[in-house]
């Protein structure tokens, strides 16, 4: 890492790294927000038609507006990539050469260079070039004909899986190793992290039980609904609590105190619609909240299902995240050492400083990002504007 290039004080686990990010949408810009929530110094080239990042992922980078089709627009990214240690970039395979910016070119400027390309299908195969959202990667990998009703088509939850714990997550993954790596090799290489790679991995756990008695087919199963003891109930007041008492302990201490008699045999499916029947009928006498309070402390893991709304005033989150809220969510993960927190949210164009510190003349940067590229604000498609 070069540590000349940040003058912070290194006091998170990436000072010194410098990110240069030319993602778009969400599972790349969530990457790069976590190396910037790191440390990292990340730089994000804007400019174009092919959209903007997530505003919520831009908070600790800076951005640069470059024109990718001229010479000079080109000639400026590769002095960025040259002195950067991570590019990341989301286009599909052999856009980004198209603008000089592929693993080719800018390895050959900067061998050391870590090069990550996230995409859904990855870099090969005959999907390659496909579009696709997350509820197609999840659909191509068994994800999605694995969850939701048994009685109704499978349902997405929402883009958390694909987008940004098998792409986001997956690609910071890649990179951290890739950083480690080099400290001995002295040299990059390019990630190919693919969101359907990653839900497979994700799926390790249910692959090899599908059809069988834990997990027989879609909203049946063990942990897909069917186990009255791992599932939610409705209360008094319309709202739910999640049960998650698998083990046997848990689950008879919730019955010893909401059941009536000894404890039937969990594992028995015979006995599970007595146990739902049982259980549905105590969670409804009472509002949630009033269950939220009863089973503190008393490992039956018996927990409220909040509303986004509802998660900032939580008594644990605040212990743990006092200042968080649901435009500025957590840093992550906590370290004893190398605290994170938040760095501000600023979105104006800092081309001009950016180039400049680069080295190139003022003639260069009117040239390499002219106003036409920084007025551009493409379509990052969130938050959508619904017609009435």
Not at 27 to 32: D, I, L, Q, R, V
Not at 107 to 115: H, K, Q, T
Not at 135 to 151: E, Q, R
Request: negative net charge; proline residues 9%; glycine residues 10%.
């Amino acid at each position: 890492m070069n540590q000349a290039k940040s003058k912070s004080p290194q006091t998170r686990p990436l000072a010194g790294v410098r990110v240069l990010d030319m993602s778009r949408l969400a599972p790349g810009p969530y990457c790069t927000m976590l190396l910037a929530d790191l440390g990292a110094e990340v730089i994000v080239v804007t400019g174009g038609r092919a959209g903007v990042p997530v505003s919520t992922f831009s908070r600790g980078k800076r951005f640069v507006a470059l024109d990718l089709k001229a010479e000079e627009g080109r000639a400026a990214l590769q002095k960025l990539a040259a002195t950067s240690d991570v590019f990341v970039e989301s286009f599909r395979p052999g856009v980004s050469a198209r603008l000089g910016a592929g693993y080719e070119d800018l390895s050959r400027i900067n061998p050391s260079l870590i090069y990550c390309s996230l995409t859904g299908y990855g870099q090969d195969g005959p999907l390659a070039q496909e579009a696709g959202h997350d509820i197609n990667y999840l659909a191509l990998t068994g994800v999605l004909g694995a969850i939701g009703p048994h009685d109704r088509p499978p349902t997405a939850p929402l883009n958390v899986i694909a987008d940004f714990a098998a792409g986001g997550l997956t690609a910071v993954v890649g990179i951290l190793a890739a950083l480690y790596e080099r400290v001995t090799s002295g040299k990059g290489q390019h990630i190919d992290a693919a969101m359907i790679d990653g839900c497979m991995s994700l799926m390790a756990m249910h692959y090899p039980v599908w059809g069988q008695p834990v997990m027989p087919e879609r909203g049946r199963g063990w942990l897909a609904g069917s186990a009255p003891y791992y599932r939610c109930y409705v209360c008094r007041d319309g709202g739910y609590v999640a049960v998650g008492a698998l083990e046997p302990q848990f689950f008879i201490a919730l019955w010893k105190d909401i059941g009536v008699g000894d404890p039937p045999d969990q594992m028995d499916i015979k006995a599970w619609p007595l146990i739902e029947e049982t259980f549905a009928r105590a969670f409804a006498s009472q509002p949630r909240d009033h269950w939220a309070g009863r089973y503190i402390g008393q490992d039956v893991c018996v927990f409220p299902v909040l509303s986004p709304d509802e998660v900032w005033a939580h008594p644990h989150i605040k212990a743990r995240f006092p200042d968080a809220d649901a435009g500025n969510v957590p840093a992550i993960p906590r370290f004893s050492r190398t605290p994170l927190s938040p760095a501000p949210r600023d979105e104006s164009d800092q081309s001009d400083a950016i180039l400049a510190e680069a080295g190139l003349r003022p003639d260069e940067i009117a040239l390499a990002s002219p106003a036409k590229e920084r007025a551009s604000t493409g379509w990052s498609g969130w938050p959508p504007h619904f017609k009435s």
